[in-house]
């Protein structure tokens, strides 16, 4: 699966090492979230500036920013 | 999620400036700017791209058409093959699949050059045959009523579209307007978004529904439809299932208001410049309400309507994409600081920084900008005779015919891509808060748009001296 990742997360996951771009859980691939969540083609798409680098964390169930981070991090 | 953690580690090894042809607001970027700079050259060299921007012209009988189509087959060929390469590209890069994405355009540019060619037929206005409305109806139609194949979605790119359209679009836009209306569309713009915003959250949170959602199905009424509703979710680290509750309503609203609005107006008899202000202020998404206004550009000339054709799109243009669209960094950023700070905290830390306007920043809106800034250079010190018998056919129609052929690609594909059986249930407390922020946003928009800037919008629509 090709995953999207930009330079600025990139630069941030290298300073915050446990954020959730790097975490397990978490999945900012634009054609996964394109297929999670229903309408977002429509009029909108999952490989937009406006979206960054966020993702789903299945653990937590949540839409996140690839900066965010909580206990449940596991690394990849 | 297979292969998605050696995904990420080659990704953080890439070049930093992987994101310039990685995200589709870029690739919009490239393929608008590099048609005007190809347009440009050609033009000071003496020749022109109207060759291959070709569009079909006004005619009575289907033999007229039939002819026109088959006298202009190469043209026709040689413009699908140059869109096909084109996006093929960006796709590609993007990471879609190729074998996909061809057979996919080709049934899109097929149906779109006859959807185009019904716009141009003398009797359309009549039976409101509008390109984007007939294009918004068939996709709907096929879409929910037969089984589409499922590779036919890889072609339907309706933001790629829209976005490349819009880059295009900055070619026909005097950068002088954009610096004379620009602060007057930022004006009203925030007046509204801030209104809008705070009844829906208001009204949201009045209602029990958790903050998050408030405010992703704010910002989606309020902002920029599906593409805030995404980026807010993100910035406020919502619940998986509040960004498709909020995606569900914007789609449903900005469809309903893709008819309603160019009609109303229409009925009303407004000035194109002053339709299109109110649609810029009052529809949720760029590709929604660039349907509408296009719609409405049909309808210069007709039943006392005054004002250039273009002047809805540009008036629709400066509002939704000058004052809405640009602040979504700004609105993920403050509320991402709100939601840190203020709200419930469930064990997950933000990290909200001022780079966050920029990342969320849509890029396209830099393409825009810089196409009209090459061609107002262009015709620098040409008098107006000669910007209309020079400039505008040989090069600035030219790259509307391109625009208005990305556009069609875009309205057909909003219509094919619209599965309503599939979209999320939204729920009645939902759909009550963004319902209230719908009604006050079209009222107030109509207030701003026809009554209190009404001078300014109408200016905006006259011929040139």
Partial sequence: ?76 | MPNHANAINSATRQSPWRELFAKEDWWAVWIGLGLVIVAGVLFASGASLKWIAVTPQKWSTIDQVAAQFGANATRYLALFALWLVLFGIGVRALGLRLAEFVPAFAVLFIVSALIYALGAWDQASRYNLEPPLVALVLGLLASNLLRLPAWLQSGLRVEFYIKTGIVLLGAGFPFVLILWAGPVAIGQAAIVSLVTFGVIYFVAVKLGLDRRLAATLGVGGAVCGVSGAIAVAGAVGAKKEHAPIAITLVILWAIVMIFVLPLVARALGLPTGVAGAWIGTSEFADAAGLAAAQTYSGYAGQAGITGTPEASVQAFTLMKVIGRDVWIGVWALVLSIIATTRWENDGVTSRADAGEIWRRFPKFVIGFLIASVIVSLAARGLSYDAYKKTLTPELVAPLQGLRNWAFIFCFLSIGLTTRLRDLATAGARPFYAFTAGVVVNVILGYILSTIVFVDFWQKLGQPGP
């Fill in chain 1, 1 to 76: 699966m090709n995953l999207w990742h930009s330079p600025a997360a990139t630069a941030r996951t290298q300073r915050a090492p446990r954020s959730c771009a790097t975490c397990r859980h978490f999945c900012a691939d634009p054609k996964a979230i394109e297929a999670a969540i229903p309408g977002l083609i429509t009029l909108g798409s999952g490989y937009a500036s406006v979206r960054s680098d966020d993702g789903l964390c299945e653990r937590r169930q949540r839409y996140l920013s690839a900066a965010s981070s909580c206990s449940q991090y596991e690394a990849r």
